[in-house]
């Protein structure tokens, strides 16, 4: 079952949701961590160019993964009130923009000063729009308020899922874990 139907996901969409919760979640964690290093401190450097070399992979995983969402059926939501399904579509396309806002974000910081991304030596993404004044500010205020945004939607997102499977009893968690349901 790798795709989805209209009741259920399948193996491809119930992967890349949670190979990406993984990779955000650390993101989120080395992001914070990163930005109170000091030039002193030996990972100082690591810490930033292994933050961005990941986000590079999960810009191309979000690519995969939106594509993958256009080419299968979205299985409808399992409320039995008509306006809630409609509020988590869209809540689900909200999450879709603010990783991919947050992604740009990033690249904007890191190519402000017209440097490529490289990506773990294996290829890398070139600068584009360099610095025009204040650009590696302007994303790096975005970046953050954008990352603490996406945490407090991530977090209504899966209290929704466990109101869903605790109080609810429905297939709406149990369906994003098995393909088929
Ligand atoms: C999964 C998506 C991502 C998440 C959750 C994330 C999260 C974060 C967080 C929480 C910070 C610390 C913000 C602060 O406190 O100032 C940060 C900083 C940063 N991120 Fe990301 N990030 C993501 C993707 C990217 C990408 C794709 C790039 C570049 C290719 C990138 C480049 C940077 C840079 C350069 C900083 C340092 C900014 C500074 O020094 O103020 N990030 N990120
Ligand atoms: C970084 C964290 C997360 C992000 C960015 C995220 C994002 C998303 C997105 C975009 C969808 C819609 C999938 C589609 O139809 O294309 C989705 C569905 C879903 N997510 Fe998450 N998610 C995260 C964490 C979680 C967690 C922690 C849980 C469980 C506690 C969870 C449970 C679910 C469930 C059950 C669905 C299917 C909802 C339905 O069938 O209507 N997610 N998620």
Redesign the pocket.
């Known amino acids: 079952m790798m795709k989805n139907t209209q009741t259920g ?1 399948g193996l491809v ?1 119930i992967l890349l ?1 949670w190979i ?2 993984l990779a ?2 650390g993101m989120f964690g080395l992001g914070l961590y990163m930005v109170e290093l000091t030039y002193y401190d030996s990972w100082y450097h690591g810490s930033l160019e292994t933050h961005k070399a990941i986000g590079v992979l999960v810009a191309l995983v979000f690519v995969v ?1 939106f594509g993958w ?1 256009q080419l299968n059926p ?2 409808a ?2 409320s039995t009130k008509k306006l809630e399904n409609t509020a ?1 579509h869209f809540a ?1 396309l909200g ?2 923009l603010v ?1 991919a806002v947050l992604l740009v974000s990033g690249y904007l910081i890191s190519t402000a000063d017209g440097r490529a991304v490289d990506v773990f030596g294996l290829f890398s993404v070139p600068a584009t729009l360099t610095e025009r004044g204040s650009q590696e500010e302007i994303a790096g205020e975005v970046h953050e308020i954008l990352a603490w945004l ?1 945490m407090a939607m ?1 977090a209504v ?2 209290l929704a ?2 109101k ?1 499977h605790v109080i609810n009893k429905d297939n ?2 149990k ?2 874990l098995k393909p088929g349901l």
Do not use: D, E, K, Q
Request: no cysteine; proline share 3%; aromatic share 10%.
């Open positions: 996901y969409a949701h990406m919760v955000i979640f993964r969402r979205s299985p939501g399992l988590a689900h999450l879709y990783i996406l991530v997102h899966a899922a466990l869903h709406t968690l369906r994003m």
